[in-house]
């Protein structure tokens, strides 16, 4: 049985098999039809296309290629744990996400796209994981027609940590995305983030500043902190070396996300890193590079509309955590 049917780039929610699928069509897949049916352990996929040049096998699941493909129809039955799905745990939900990607070839009249797979299960109350996913790993946040998730990961990013401690010096890999209704691309950005001893913040609350000035990593200008080359517009990777602040104690990294216009980018709306011997570099194109020079300074906008943005849910508070940061000497 098929669950759910995925047309000219509208969100379908159903419930199949005890399993919540979200699917979101793609802007390149007007022309084609998906059906998507979430198993207990596996997820069967038809993609049926209308364009007679399109080539279905060229599509892939994840890292899956077509069970079987003919003119005009892909198929892929793949268990839950193959294909490279990722994981992600939210309170009682388990979150299994992937990617139906269509790799174009050079004389192809097709463009390439991406067109996000995702089924949430239930999560058993005697459930665990062989790895050890822990609660405070991934915390998912819906504003509007977003869902933003950020997340601690594993040294590849390839799934969730496998643990909440952190040695000093070590690298915290923290990945953040952003899930849109529409077919419009999207840029997700970082705008702050600041670690704390609290869940919340206070006044009063003791902080380490990350990132700030409107996307400067500053972590970047004293340790091998830095962000990962983005393989998605609407996600970001950053790879954080771990810092002296509460030693021993519980820590929490709060993080302000921004959806933007990926051909909106300004002095407050960047994602800058430094690097050694070249200075601040902008992630996304180092030709416009000098839209980082002001984080030495205080980083303003000249435009109207980098204001209205907020009003609009483009904006994103969020909570990593907590995690712990541990003396190896000690």
Known sequence: MHCVSSKHAVMMVSFCQGALLLSLAAAMAVYADMKVDCGPDFVTLMWTESQPQADTSLLRLGSCFPTSFSAGEAYFYVDLTDCNFRILVTGDVLLYSNDLTYVASEDSYNLAFTHPVVCAYERPKDWY???QIYDPVFKTYGLGDLQFTIG???????????STNFPLGSIIPIMA???????????????ECVAATTPELHPESTMYPIISNNGCLLESVSSQSKFEPR????????????????????VFIHCKLLAWDPNGLDNTKKACHFVKGHGWELLDNLAQSN?????ESKC???RQRSVASEKH?????????PFTITDVNS
């Open 129 to 131: 994981s062989s790895q």
């Open 152 to 162: 601690l990961m594993n040294d590849d990013f390839s799934g969730p940590a496998e």
């Open 177 to 191: 995305s952003v899930v849109q209704k529409t077919h419009q691309p999207l840029l997700l950005l970082l705008e």
């Open 231 to 250: 393989q998605k517009s609407s996600e970001m990777r950053l790879s954080l070396q771990t810092f002296k602040f509460a030693m021993g104690e519980e």
């Open 291 to 295: 839209l980082c020079d002001c984080c």
């Open 300 to 302: 303003k906008s000249r």
């Open 313 to 321: 849910g483009m904006v994103q508070k969020a909570v990593i955590g």
